[in-house]
């Protein structure tokens, strides 16, 4: 009987998955999938699940983590075993096991059971690996250099501009620094640590190690640094070994030559490293960063994050970063300081991730060639040439091309270019190693291209590619329409978000390259059904805890490396994102701790603009940025200062008194909810009038503002919003708002049922906007309406119609009061001549679809639906319309609950699955 017993659990244990399981898959520790360098004591772990039933709803889980992928595949967590938890989470689970050890790997699994108690197999092991979490992790590393700059020419903050000309050029040595070591044994694993200021590229054993760019993220250096981990297990060999280092300047360092927004001195480049490696024989070994390191310079010989790069090929030394190099002549690497602070780079880094080819070649005067490469977008070029030793070849990057076809960088600051100067062997291959540009054409001056004449002997250009540059976040949204205007709108706006994700969230990729911050949380939305941002989310609301001044401000930009001034330092509508994004990265990703970390910058940034106030009302700032007055845009024309940044106070109160309530905080939300209740009678005493139903100016903005945020009286709110609709209307369906206006627009017309105005402001191209920027030969979104060639041509503070495209014509939302899309509301809004649009959306719980079409008759809703989340649907339907699921009449669907119908549209209650709804009105 025992001898049985065991062959029917063999038996079990070996039989196919039943297609009514459920399958874990998308393991997420961080929110990354097998992270490198987590410095977190209790990682955060998520999961998602699929399921061929519909309504599945995970009821429990059990996590395992071990640091031994044989005990894993045995089902032994020794370093965590959940046991059977009985939880509907599967993001944002906090590992709760043993202390986690700095620089180990760790693997883990899970398994989940389902609302019928049907539980899934184990799925796939993941892993991550810890970073270093205290100094002493660093066993002695030291910050190392080829030299030391003086303080006397320190410059921090940065100066705003150019500086005192007697500064001089302060051309410094960008170098190169090399290590070798021997390995005698069988490596298990190995990891490097590292840290280069500005940016550094490692290689081992004369390859670059991994496909990063501009690496680590850049940071406030006077507070701390971020280093970034790799696994160079695969790199290294038996016998001789070598490490090489490049650095640049990056904002570190910026020379004092070319065109640059500020100029800023930290120190001259330096590295600090450790290289942990762990032998098959349970022994370990560093390699760190200290005196036994060399130095030399590098045959880069100018490099500015701002203003371009030059490159001497001249200066190259063969196998540098290899074993068995010579290095007599190099020096010792140098003992340094650095900040003070070292943290794990936990957003995805910037790579390389798109690339263009040339589109036309034209000669605007002799020797000078321009390339265009058809798309205007942040990035680098590569380029194959041929010429003889010496030669020098120009390249001036720029986004728009003047009359007589020259490149301009009149708009974005001049001069910038870069520089190289050939080797003259056979063909050589360059491209900038550590600085970025936005881009659509590139002029060049000393060399032609390949194939036309060359009587002078230039150097010839055999090839020349452009290469796209961002922030690596995954692609997680897709959105497309039989509107043609609004499917190149999307486009538009996504590549001036693609050019602007960096190590921060830029204004533009050229002329300043800072982190404004009311981008953040006015076009975030926009960018999160597009880019997995959370990490990147994370890092900006780090950026604004270390800019936060000793008296509460948090200033307009962040990392703050230069203090500008009025306006452009301290604006609530810039400086509330730190109460605002946290809150918005809350509701999207789910992270409860990162609302705890930025809770006192929150509070203390609520009491500056307390302070700021009289009697409740806030009057200074930029104001409603770039609206469309009489005057070249700029401050806020249109709105009074009063009327935005008062408005968003009282957001930033409410939001506060919801995240006090969250953090179990009562006496702190009642203190908010009583201080916003007096900041919103203010606001309506000082700005509305009862008469007219108009806030202050009765601008877009103003109106729109004081609905978004409550602050309207709800009796009044319904006049607001038609008086809105009204001054659209009035003038001919066109905008005026701004910068900080038109995303709140935007979503009042769309929670007001007005997508139909939405659609005619536009669904043109004659007045200033999107489809006028189209018709102007943009490329990416520019920054001003009006697409002017004096400012900047790839700015994505103004994208804030792709959120509706999502949200309106797609119809995803997340339902009032859910958190992380565990409620989803399906709400799409067929209007003008749109007759179908799809969009997707990979939520944390998994893809979110939503696709309709209309014909004469008949409308159609595909949805998709990710296991344990639920939605309502808002499905447009007449009282009379003949309504059917997959071909069933929608009241004989046991999957599908009916919830009432009300203005047009039957509201339906789902869960998990694929569904297919059909209205028909045909008689």
Not at 178 to 198: H, P, Q
Not at 908 to 922: A, C, D, E, H, L
């Amino acid at each position: 009987m025992k001898g049985s017993l065991i062959f029917f659990i063999s038996i079990l244990s070996y039989c196919p998955l039943s297609a009514q399981q459920p399958v874990v898959v998308n393991l997420q520790c961080q929110y990354q999938e097998f992270p490198l360098g987590v410095d977190d004591p209790s990682p955060r772990l998520s999961w998602q699940l699929t399921a061929s039933r519909r309504n599945t709803m995970q009821t429990a889980y059990r996590v395992l983590v071990a640091d031994d992928k044989a005990l894993l595949q045995k089902n032994t967590g020794n370093v965590w075993d959940s046991k059977k938890v009985i939880s509907g989470q599967s993001i944002q689970v906090a590992y709760a096991g043993k202390k986690l050890q700095p620089g180990k790997l760790y693997y883990w699994k899970v398994m989940v059971w389902d609302d019928k108690a049907v539980g899934s197999q184990w799925s796939s092991p993941s892993s991550w690996q810890m970073g270093l979490l205290a100094d002493e992790d660093w066993k002695g590393a030291r910050w190392i250099a080829y030299e030391r700059m003086p303080d006397s020419l320190r410059i921090v903050p940065a100066i705003h501009g150019g500086g005192n000309p007697k500064l001089g050029p302060g051309k410094n040595i960008l170098p190169l620094l090399r290590k070798e070591f021997v390995i005698k044994k069988s490596v298990k694993r190995a990891t490097a640590f590292i840290a280069g200021l500005g940016h550094f590229d490692l290689s081992v054993n004369g390859k670059k190690t991994g496909d990063h760019f501009l690496d680590a993220g850049w940071t406030q250096y006077s507070n701390n640094a971020l280093y970034v981990t790799f696994d160079i297990t695969h790199q290294l060999k038996k016998g001789g070994n070598a490490l090489g280092v490049m650095l640049g300047n990056g904002f570190y360092y910026t020379p004092r030559e070319r065109y640059r927004k500020i100029t800023v001195a930290y120190g001259y480049p330096k590295m600090i490293c450790r290289i942990a490696l762990e032998y098959t024989d349970g022994s370990v070994e560093d390699i760190v960063s200290d005196d036994s390191w060399k130095a030399a310079p590098g045959p880069i010989t100018f490099s500015s994050i701002y203003s371009g790069e030059d490159y001497n090929a001249n200066l190259q030394q063969a196998g540098w970063d290899s074993p068995s190099f010579n290095d007599q002549s190099w020096k010792t690497a140098l003992i340094v300081d650095g900040p003070p602070v070292l943290s794990a780079q936990t957003a995805d880094p910037l790579k390389i991730t798109d690339s263009f080819s040339v589109k036309k070649i034209s000669q605007p005067k002799p020797s000078v060639w321009v390339y265009d490469f058809g798309q205007n977008a942040s990035g680098i070029f590569r380029i194959k040439v041929k010429g003889k030793q010496q030669d020098q070849i120009v390249f001036r990057p720029a986004e728009l091309i003047t009359d007589d076809g020259l490149v301009t960088q009149d708009a974005v600051g001049t001069p910038v270019y870069f520089n190289y100067t050939l080797k003259g062997a056979t063909p050589e291959a360059w491209q900038p190693q550590f600085t970025y540009y936005g881009f659509r054409y590139i002029q060049v001056e000393g060399a032609v291209p390949n194939g036309e004449p060359n009587p002078q002997g230039l150097p010839v250009i055999m090839e020349i590619e452009s290469l796209h540059t961002r922030n690596a976040a995954a692609k997680v949204g897709s959105f497309s329409c039989s509107n043609e205007l609004f499917n190149r709108t999307n486009t538009l706006i996504d590549w001036a978000i693609r050019s602007n994700m960096a190590s921060v969230l830029t204004d533009c990729p050229h002329r300043e390259k800072l982190g404004w911050l009311e981008e953040a949380h006015l076009m975030g939305s926009s960018v999160k059904y597009n880019y997995n941002i959370a990490g990147l989310g994370r890092k900006i609301v780090k950026d604004m805890i270390d800019a936060q001044t000793a008296d509460g401000l948090v200033p307009d930009i962040a990392p703050e490396y230069v203090h500008f001034e009025s306006g452009f330092r301290d604006s609530p509508e810039w400086g509330s994102n730190s109460i605002i994004l946290p809150w918005y990265l809350y509701q999207w990703y789910g992270d409860e701790q990162d609302l705890k970390e930025a809770y006192p910058m929150m509070q203390r940034y609520a009491d500056y603009l307390q302070k700021k106030s009289a009697n409740g009302i806030l009057s200074h700032g930029l104001g409603d940025w770039f609206d469309i007055g009489p005057k070249n845009p700029g401050e806020s024309q249109l709105t009074p200062k009063g009327v935005t940044a008062t408005a968003i106070f009282y957001y930033d109160l409410s939001i506060l008194s919801k995240v006090a309530k969250l953090l179990g905080k009562s006496s702190d939300a009642r203190h908010y909810e009583e201080m916003a209740e007096k900041v919103r009678t203010a606001f309506n005493n000082a700005f509305f009038n009862k008469d007219t139903k108009q806030y202050a100016t009765g601008s877009q903005t103003a109106n729109a503002m004081a609905v978004y945020m409550e602050l309207v009286e709800p009796q009044y709110k319904d006049a607001v919003v038609e008086n809105i609709v009204a001054d659209i209307r009035e003038r001919k369906n066109s905008l005026t708002a701004g910068d900080i206006g038109y995303r709140y627009l935007i979503r009042v017309l769309e929670e007001s049922g007005r997508s139909d105005v939405i659609f005619d402001m536009n669904n043109r191209s004659d007045v200033p906007g999107y489809g006028f920027q189209l018709a102007h030969g943009a490329t990416a979104l520019t920054e001003s309406w009006q697409a002017y060639r004096f400012v900047s041509n790839n700015h994505f503070m103004l994208g804030h119609l792709m959120e509706w495209f999502y949200s309106g014509l797609g119809g995803i939302r997340q339902a009032e009061h859910s958190v992380g899309f565990k409620q989803i509301d399906i709400r799409p809004e067929p209007v003008g001549n749109v007759t179908h649009a799809a969009a997707n959306y990979i939520s944390p719980y998994g893809t979110i679809a939503s696709g309709w079409k209309k014909e004469e008759g008949t409308f159609e809703l595909n949805i998709e639906i990710p296991a344990n989340t639920t939605a309502t649907v808002y499905l447009p339907a007449s009282q009379t319309a003949e309504i059917t699921e997959s071909g069933k009449p929608i009241n004989k669907s046991n999957d599908i609950k009916i919830l009432g119908r009300q203005n047009g549209v039957v509201l339906i209650s789902v869960g998990s699955g694929k569904y297919r709804f059909q209205v028909n009105t045909k008689k």
